[in-house]
C-alpha cells in the first residue's frame, strides 16, 4: 500500500529462531501497529507505537517484542518463534488516535 | 472482555440488491468505528468511518450508529461482484488510536 511497506512478504521459519518483520512508513504517522490475523480470531493487537521508543503492549504480546528507533520504521521480533505464531502479520499507520489505520501488505510467515 | 461481533456469513447477494451487515461492540466507551473490506488474499482497506448516531453515506456505502443498542451496520447499496470480500467492523478501545476488530463478514455477490 502507498506511504507503507513490510517485509519480508513471505518467510518460512523454523521453531525457537528469532524472526524480525520490518514495517516503513514515509508518511510521518504518529502511530503505528502489529496486529496477527488468524481465522476465526480476526486482527488482533500484538504491540503498538505512538512515537519513537514509545511502545507499549497489545492484546496477545507474548512472544513479541518491538522497536521504533525511527518514526518511519517500526520492528516485530519473534524471539523464539513457535509454531502457534504461524499466521499473517500486518502492520498499520494512523496519524491521529481516532482515525481509521492503513494497513501493509501483511507478512505471510510460517514457523515450520 | 472488549468484544465486536458480527455474523461470519457467507452473505449471499443477488447482483444489483443490498446487502446488509451487522455488528456489535461490548464497550459502552467505544467513540469510533470503521468498516474495513478485505479481499481475499489481501490487506483490509477502510470504506467509512461513523463517529455520531445515524447515518453517513459515501457512494454506495452507509454507515448506520446506535451507541444506545451498541450496534453499527454497514449498506451496499446496488451490490456488484467487486463486492464479494470480508467486511470487519472495527470499534475503538480507550486510547491510542487501538481498535478491536470483528472476525468479519463475508459477503457473496452473484451475478
Known amino acids: 500500500d502507498a506511504g507503507i511497506t513490510q517485509s519480508p512478504r513471505h518467510k518460512v521459519t523454523e521453531t525457537g529462531t528469532p524472526v524480525t518483520l520490518r514495517c516503513h512508513q514515509t508518511e510521518n504517522h504518529r502511530y503505528m501497529y502489529w496486529y496477527r490475523q488468524d481465522p476465526g480470531h480476526g486482527l488482533r493487537l500484538i504491540h503498538y507505537s505512538y512515537g519513537v521508543k514509545d511502545t507499549d503492549k497489545g492484546e496477545v504480546s507474548d512472544g513479541y517484542s518491538v522497536s521504533r528507533s525511527k518514526t518511519e520504521d517500526f520492528l516485530l521480533t519473534l524471539e523464539s518463534a513457535t509454531s502457534s505464531q504461524t499466521s499473517v502479520y500486518f502492520c498499520a499507520i494512523s496519524g491521529a488516535d481516532d482515525y481509521g489505520y492503513t494497513f501493509g501488505s501483511g507478512t505471510r510467515l510460517t514457523v515450520v | 472482555q472488549k468484544e465486536v461481533e458480527q455474523n461470519s456469513g457467507p452473505l449471499s447477494v443477488p447482483e444489483g440488491a443490498i446487502a446488509s451487515l451487522n455488528c456489535t461492540y461490548s464497550?459502552?466507551?467505544?467513540?469510533?468505528f470503521f468498516w474495513y473490506r478485505q479481499y481475499s488474499g489481501k490487506s483490509p482497506e477502510l470504506i467509512m468511518s461513523?463517529?455520531?448516531?445515524g447515518d453517513k453515506e459515501d457512494g454506495r456505502f452507509t454507515a448506520q450508529l446506535n451507541k444506545a443498542s451498541q450496534y453499527v451496520s454497514l449498506l451496499i447499496r446496488d451490490s456488484q461482484p467487486s463486492d464479494s470480500a470480508t467486511y470487519l467492523c472495527?470499534?475503538?478501545?480507550?486510547?491510542?488510536?487501538?481498535?478491536?476488530f470483528g472476525a468479519g463478514t463475508q459477503v457473496v455477490v452473484t451475478p
Open positions: 464497550d459502552r466507551g467505544s467513540q469510533s
Open positions: 472495527a470499534a475503538s478501545t480507550d486510547s491510542w488510536g487501538k481498535f478491536q
Open positions: 461513523i463517529y455520531s448516531n
